[in-house]
């Protein structure tokens, strides 16, 4: 697609459950990265891939969340065990290649709400 | 830890009028973005800066970068209502991850 694609856009769940948050990245962008955004703490990155590197973790607020990326291309976020304060908007962005100056576009999001 | 602080936090504007908005970053860092994020809608990549006093232009908005004093503006000119929206700067950082400041929102009354 021509831009960066995420699903579902909206996902309201209980306390306790487990959610899967999913990313597609723009074709052919080998950077891959999670942020969330909330109304107390704006946006914060959470979890980076780059090609078949480790990834860079030193985001993710609880060992509740994890990612993954298969074959380069989608990802998939998991929250277990939700809680209120995951309520968020959770972004996904991709980048061409790993380069620091190359600009990250962002997804629609996926707006999360734990009742 | 890199801190990214924006001001102001909220703008509102009548059209026509000229503003800058403020973007002060703690440590050292070579790469500096502008996003705009309109209502319920993801961000939107509007500048990057690169290097020290690196401007760019865009229509009625325009950033600079002035790397000694960590500090960028996005300078807003004879603002029109299309230009309401919140606007991010993001400075970077360590594995490519960004660092967002807190948004200013902006209005443009007629």
């Known amino acids: 697609g021509a831009g960066v694609s995420q699903s579902p856009s909206n996902k309201v769940t209980e306390k306790g459950k487990d959610v899967e948050l999913r990313c597609d990245p723009i074709?052919?962008?080998?950077?891959l990265y999670w942020y969330r955004q909330s109304l107390g703490q704006g946006l914060e990155f959470l979890i980076y891939?780059?090609?078949?590197?480790?990834?860079?973790k030193s985001g993710l607020p609880s060992d509740r969340f994890s990612a993954e990326r298969t074959g380069g291309s989608v990802s998939t976020l998991t929250i277990q065990r939700t809680q209120q304060e995951d309520s968020a908007v959770y972004l996904c962005?991709?980048?061409?290649?790993?380069?620091?100056?190359?600009?990250?576009?962002f997804g629609p999001g996926t707006r999360l709400t734990v009742l | 830890e890199l801190k990214v602080e924006q001001n102001p936090l909220f703008l509102s504007m009548q059209e026509g009028k000229n503003y800058t908005i403020y973007c002060n970053y703690s440590?050292?860092?070579?790469?500096l973005y502008w996003y705009r994020q309109d209502p319920g809608k993801s961000l939107e990549s509007l500048f990057v800066?690169?290097?020290?006093?690196a401007v760019k232009q865009e229509g009625r908005l325009m950033a600079s970068l002035d790397t000694k004093a960590r500090l960028s503006t996005l300078h807003i000119t004879a603002a029109v209502h299309d230009l309401s929206a919140t606007y991010f700067c993001?400075?970077?950082?360590?594995?490519?991850?960004?660092?967002f400041g807190g948004g200013t929102r902006l209005m443009v009354k007629p």
């Open positions: 800066l690169l290097s020290n006093g």
């Open positions: 891939f780059q090609g078949n590197s480790a990834p860079d």
């Open positions: 074709s052919g962008h080998t950077a």
């Open positions: 440590t050292t860092s070579d790469r």
């Open positions: 962005a991709s980048s061409r290649q790993w380069s620091s100056t190359d600009t990250q576009y």
């Open positions: 993001a400075v970077g950082g360590g594995s490519n991850m960004l660092t």
